[in-house]
Structure formats: C-alpha cells, structure tokens
C-alpha cells in the first residue's frame, strides 16, 4: 500500500491502494464513484473513460499510481458543470443516449475535443469519440448531438 | 508483496534498478491489460514496480541539429502533436489505438512490448531508430532492429531502463514516404499486416529506399541488402523487380493467428511491396 494523493472532481483525496490498481476499481469501489463503467476491461471501449489533467484517459488500464499528483474528472465532477449541461442537453435532443452504458464516457470524450477544438467538424468528432463504443445508437446521434452542443455552446468552449 | 517506486530522477531509478525483479511501468496501456485478472482484483504483477512517469530524463522531447531524442515517457500523443515528429512516425501514430490510449501510451512502450504487430515499429525500423538504455552499470545504445529479438522479446536486462528513443531529423523535399496498416477496423485495432516506406530522390535517381514490415514475422522485416538493389537507379526493370519480390518471398514467413491467416498476410505484403516499389518511389 502507498499514499496517493490526486485532485478528484476539485477536492484532494489521499487514498491508500497498491498503485498498481486500476483507477477504475478505485474510483468505483474506494469511492463510490460509479460513473465510469467496466466494459471490455482493456481499454478498448471507453465505458470507463475519465479525464485526467483534462485528457481522456481508460481508468480500466491505468494504474492509480499513475494519477498521483494529478487532478481526475468523472462524470460526477463534470455533471455540475455548464459545459456538461450544453452536453447532456443535446445528447436528449438528438437522441444520443439509448441504454446510457456509454454515456458517461461519451460525454467526456466530447469535452476533451471541445476542450481542444471548439468547432470540430464531423471528421474530428468521430476520431474524438474512436476509442467509446456504443452498441445502441449507431453513433450518428452522438456525433449530432457533439456538433449541436459546438454550434448552440457560444462561450463555452 | 510488491513494491513500487517513484523515483525523479534516473539516478534513484538506477538505485532501485540495484535489486532484482523490477516491472519498469510508464503509461501502462499494455502491461495493465496483459496482468489484469477481474474486475476489482489486484492485477497480477509479480515484480517490483518502477513507476517511470517522473524521472526528470525521461520526459526529454527534443530536437539537436539533425537528430530527434524522444524521452521514454513521451507518450503517443504528444508526439503526434510535436512540430518536428517525424512524417512517417505521425502516419502511423494517428492510426494507432484510439485518443485515450494515445494520452497515456509511449513510444518506449510500443518498442519494449516488442509485438510483431507493434504499430510504431515499421516506420521505427525504416528510420533507423536507435535506442538508449541506462543501467547501475552503464548506458548502451542499440540499432532497435538489434534490440528487439521475438515476439515480446527484447535483450533488455533485468536491471536495465530504455531511456528514450534517438531518430534522424532530416528535412527533405525529395523523401517519400507510405504507410499501410491492414486492420478489421480504423481504431483500436491490431494490425494484420502494415508496411513504412521511406525513400529518398534525387534528380530523378533513387538514393535510398527503406521498407519495413510489420505482422508478417517474429520480428519487424526488413532487408537492406534488397533495399539496396534499388539504389542508384533511375527506373526499376521488370528483371530487377523480380529478383526484389523474390527475395522479400524468401523473408516473409507469416502465420495463422486469430487476427488473420498467413496466406492473407503473405498476399497483402506482397502486394504492398509491389506498391511501394512500383508506384511510391517510381
């Protein structure tokens, strides 16, 4: 067991786990975060996705040692956000949300390429949202609901 | 009970490096997954961790005249982003894994994973990548088509870090260059077979011309002494052409595997080869 200390969702947590846990299991079962979702388990479908230092990232294959020192974003942190609700009010509009397994991590690979890239065009936002997996909507809803929430989010971004 | 280390520097790195059974880990995209057990287990790691993310020389990104050093930890993102990565490396980035596993992976990584199918080493291999290794006792440097030696095999020591990778930095009007990686789909996908090429002309002569191949072997394929056939010439003769596929025949032994067959994989580097030497570098 070590001491990690990281920022999470703006407060300071210090935690003891073995650094070689997953972010994820910390996140879920330390915390009671339970946002990010297990999906394939190898950082292959996003389920789990949250930011840290503003990148998205996999908790599934991230060591918590890794985060140590750095500030982590869930969708829990990110929901009381402005940007969060242009996001989840598009994502209702254009459909974007079926069984919502994805969404959490949808939603934040959304605000990492808004975060870097205001007006992305299609092309981007389907690079952006390459690693999240969604098995219900086909994915054109999400990528115009990413493009409503550039167009309608004036400032936000 | 396994340890984990964070040292800062490489001195304290080297320090830890001192014991034996030590697992070096920096973004962890591939040795997170390869010792996971279930959800909420502990993964399996048996060694001694040594956490890379904030030893000081090893987040080294820089360019010195004509050569580029690219510290252990730069992830693959950074390096699609930095001004002076090299074409042929950011070709192949961008189809690498998906953004997130991009933020957190390395360069040093992909090399010490030493797959076959490593996405990063066939234009790794086409520009002469030279890898830094530091250990209690030394630093050695190695030709990374000498350091790799099978799949998941590498003649690192068991003491010993890869520090960062060194790649020529030449900016040229007449280098060419292709990359193909043939995958079930574009992201997050293993290669079944990819190929880099880079070729250098001048008034209208080829002067160099390196192709490297990936998933076709225990180890990235490449052949200078093929390459080599190339140079000099202004046109390549249908004669000469043979001899070059036929050579490349000998070399390319792929298998069976879950991704792909070795005939598909045989077919499709033949044909890729045909491509480069054909139309890229004509």
Same mark, same amino acid.
């Given at each position: ?15 003891? /786990? /073995? ?30 996705? /949250? ?15 890794? /985060? ?90 | ?14 320090? %830890? ?9 920096? *973004? ?38 004509? @050569? ?8 693959? $993102? @950074?390096?699609? &982003?930095? @001004? ?20 957190? *992976? ?7 994973? $030493? ?10 291999? $086409?520009?002469? #990548? ?16 000498? %350091? ?20 020529? %930095? ?7 260059? %292709?990359?193909?990686?043939? #995958? ?17 002309? &001048?008034? *209208? ?45 000998? $070399? ?31």
């Amino acid at each position: 067991m070590s001491k990690i200390k990281f920022i999470l969702n703006g407060n300071a947590v210090e935690l003891d /786990v /073995v650094p070689t846990m997953r972010l994820l299991d910390v996140l879920r079962n330390n915390l009671g975060l339970t946002g990010p979702k297990e999906g394939c388990g190898e950082g292959e479908c996003g389920a789990c996705s /949250v930011l840290v230092d503003h990148q998205l990232v996999n908790s599934c294959i991230m060591p918590a040692g890794n /985060v140590a020192g750095h500030e982590v974003i869930t969708i829990e942190g990110f929901n009381k956000q402005s940007r969060y609700k242009k996001l989840a009010d598009t994502f209702a509009r254009a459909g974007a949300v079926q069984c919502g397994f994805c969404t959490p991590g949808m939603i934040l690979a959304a605000e990492a390429l808004l975060n870097e890239v205001p007006h992305p065009d299609e092309q981007q936002i389907r690079q952006a949202i390459s690693g999240n997996l969604c098995r219900c909507t086909g994915y054109s809803m999400i990528v115009k609901a990413i493009k409503m929430a550039a167009e309608e989010g004036g400032g936000l971004w | 009970m396994v340890k984990s280390f964070f040292p800062v520097n490489l001195a304290e790195a080297m320090a %830890f490096c001192k014991q034996k059974n030590i697992c070096p880990i920096a *973004g962890g995209t591939d040795l997170m997954v390869r010792n996971h057990r279930g959800t909420g287990i502990l993964p399996a790691f048996s060694a001694n961790m040594l956490f890379t993310k904030n030893i000081a020389e090893m987040n080294v990104l820089r360019r010195e005249d004509t @050569q580029l050093f690219i510290g252990a930890n730069t992830t693959l $993102a @950074q390096l699609i &982003k930095w @001004q002076y990565t090299p074409r042929l490396l950011r070709m192949a980035l961008l189809e690498m894994a998906a953004p997130a596993v991009r933020n957190v *992976g390395t360069l040093a990584g992909n090399i010490c994973n $030493a797959s076959p199918a490593g996405d990063t080493l066939p234009p790794l291999y $086409a520009m002469d #990548a030279v890898v830094c290794l530091q250990a209690p006792a030394g630093k050695r440097e190695l030709p990374i088509k000498d %350091f790799i030696t099978g799949p998941g095999k590498t003649v690192l020591h068991e003491d010993e870090l890869l520090v960062g990778v060194k790649l020529p %930095f030449l900016v040229l009007d007449n280098e060419l260059v %292709f990359y193909k990686k043939v #995958a079930m789909r574009k992201a997050a996908a293993i290669s079944k077979v990819s190929l880099a090429m880079r070729a250098i002309k &001048k008034n *209208g002569y080829i002067e160099s011309v390196a192709v490297a191949i990936g998933a076709v072997g225990p180890v990235i394929v490449r052949l200078p002494a093929v390459e080599v056939l190339a140079a000099g010439k202004k046109a390549l003769t249908q004669e000469l052409l043979k001899n070059i596929y036929s050579e490349y025949d000998k $070399a390319i032994r792929p298998i069976d595997d879950v991704r792909s067959t070795a005939a598909y994989r045989k077919r499709v580097a033949m044909n890729l080869l045909q491509h480069v030497y054909e139309h890229c570098i004509k």
